[in-house]
């Protein structure tokens, strides 16, 4: 098996660990933290799956035309921008804030999911798929497996406002430094691959459909 699986799927591990960081520990910060009930709270959750999937579209889209490195990359900077919002939060900060972040993260989810999956396919051969896939799949639960384990180290049981933000920051940290590699790794793409690999995936129209008639 190829080394593509194993880095596309340890990257995507990283972003689901972000994003599953947000994902449990903010409702728990909303509940203890503001004076949100629990109706509240999941109404300030709800954008972040509704605008992933709003925008799984568009994200195909710029797979397409601009390739799966510029897609994981705006994925990152999605992340990036949702946990720093988050980090700016405090007792008093109003709720605009938290959906913002909750938008944020929604998206960029959405991007890295297809961005990631798109350069996975794209480098692997047809007989690897199955396997690659699987491994793809094992490591969202993989991320979100060490989202509870960094919530568990940041967070004490009497969480103050620091803990809270201690996890944010740890989170910014993370996806900043995977957002630095994967702007390395695009960089270092031979030229031409971001073409041959969107063809690749999302392609392959030639191959697929019925030969056009000749006309005179």
């Known amino acids: 098996l190829?080394?593509?699986?194993f880095s596309v799927s340890a990257r995507f591990a990283?972003?689901?660990t972000v994003f599953f960081a947000a994902f449990?520990?903010?409702p728990v910060w909303l509940l203890q933290s503001s004076r949100?009930?629990?109706?509240?709270t999941g109404a300030v959750m709800a954008p972040m799956v509704i605008v992933s999937a709003l925008t799984t579209p568009i994200a195909a889209r710029t797979v397409s035309r601009s390739g799966a490195a510029a897609t994981s990359l705006a994925g990152a900077g999605g992340l990036c921008?949702?946990?720093?919002?988050l980090v700016t939060m405090n007792a008093q900060t109003s709720v605009v804030v938290p959906i913002a972040a909750m938008v944020a993260l929604g998206a960029a989810h959405a991007f890295n999911n297809l961005g990631l999956q798109a350069q996975l396919t794209g480098g692997v051969p047809a007989a690897g798929l199955g396997t690659a896939a699987?491994?793809?799949?094992?490591?969202?639960f993989v991320g979100a497996a060490l989202a509870t384990g960094l919530l568990a180290i940041t967070v004490a049981s009497d969480a103050s406002t620091d803990d809270w933000r201690r996890l944010?920051?740890?989170?910014?940290e993370v996806e900043l430094d995977r957002r630095r590699r994967v702007r390395c790794a695009r960089r270092d793409l031979p030229g031409g691959s971001a073409d041959r690999r969107r063809e690749a995936v999302w392609g392959r129209r030639r191959e697929l459909s019925p030969a056009e008639p000749v006309r005179d």
Do not use: Y
């Not at 190829?2 to 699986?5: A, G, L, T």
């Not at 944010?168 to 910014?172: A, I």
């Open 2 to 5: 190829h080394r593509q699986p």
């Open 14 to 16: 990283v972003a689901c």
């Open 24 to 26: 449990f520990a903010l």
């Open 36 to 40: 949100l009930g629990a109706v509240e």
């Open 81 to 85: 921008l949702g946990t720093g919002l």
């Open 134 to 140: 699987g491994l793809f799949q094992a490591a969202r």
């Open 168 to 172: 944010w920051v740890v989170s910014v």
